[in-house]
């Protein structure tokens, strides 16, 4: 088994559900990207694509490294997709989505949504399978990209999309000098004084570049090549939305 996918069974072992993961998980955080991203905090991701791709109601879309399938699962019910197969490294993720999906929706859950354990880094994803490949927070974990852009490609439909949510910064977060430099006088100059200290009163350090080794020990796939993910994302396929959100990705 691959670290990776090690890191993922024990993260869905000890996962606490309910509990917000990621600051942009926050609604008055999301709604703030919202609005600068779609001129309306209201209209979440979800939405956004409905919007966008109003066409693809009925699709069969591949995502990539979906986890659990929680948020696809929420595509799949507000009618954005019509059918999902989900590819994850993680045998325990993949078994818990299915075995959720299976108690909501029986026998008629293999027409709505499969999830199947696979690496997308090495392994075939079909020929002309798919309407739509959907990516959210996974290219960037994505280690072997030309494998996994040329295999985007290959299981696409004659018009087919991908969709793609992402982290575009600094590989394995190796900020530049000039990035922290602004960062540091932002926390100086424009954080209040009161968000300076955490709920026990210690001070908290300025964001500072992380040690890369850290970083593979905490999770061995995070930003594993983000800095060359839009440059290639951009030789394979011709956008035809492109929305910068800012936040992490500098």
């Given amino acids: 088994m691959s670290t990776a996918a090690q890191h993922w069974n024990d993260w869905q072992k000890h996962r606490k559900p309910g509990r917000f993961t990621d600051w942009g998980d926050h609604p008055f955080a999301l709604s703030q990207i919202c609005e600068q991203a779609f001129g309306d905090g209201d209209c979440d991701f979800i939405e956004y694509i409905k919007r966008c791709l109003p066409d693809l109601a009925q699709a069969h879309v591949l995502s990539l490294c979906c986890g659990d399938g929680a948020f696809e699962h929420s595509l799949l019910e507000k009618g954005v997709f019509g059918r999902v197969t989900g590819f994850d490294i993680s045998q325990a993720r993949v078994d818990a989505g299915n ?18 354990c696979k690496d997308v880094n ?35 439909k004659p018009g087919g999309k991908l969709v793609t949510l992402d982290f575009f910064g600094p590989t394995r977060f190796q900020w530049t ?8 006088w932002f926390w100086r100059e424009h954080v209040p004084e009161a968000l300076h200290y955490d709920a026990e009163g210690r001070e908290i350090p300025e964001i500072d570049r992380p ?37 992490g990705a500098g």
């Fill in 211 to 247: 040690d890369v080794n850290a970083m593979i020990a905490m999770n061995p796939s995070e930003a594993v090549r983000s800095g060359e993910l839009y440059e290639l994302l951009n030789q394979h396929f011709t956008p035809t939305h492109d929305i910068a959100l800012g936040g």
């Fill in 122 to 156: 090495c392994e075939p994803y079909g020929e002309e399978k798919y309407d739509v490949v959907f990516a959210k927070s996974s290219l960037h974990h994505i280690e072997e990209l030309e494998h996994a852009f040329t295999q985007i490609r290959r299981c696409l």
């Fill in 177 to 184: 000098s000039q990035q922290l430099k602004i960062r540091s």
């Fill in 99 to 116: 075995a959720a999906y299976q108690s909501l929706y029986g026998d008629t859950t293999e027409q709505k949504i499969r999830l199947e």
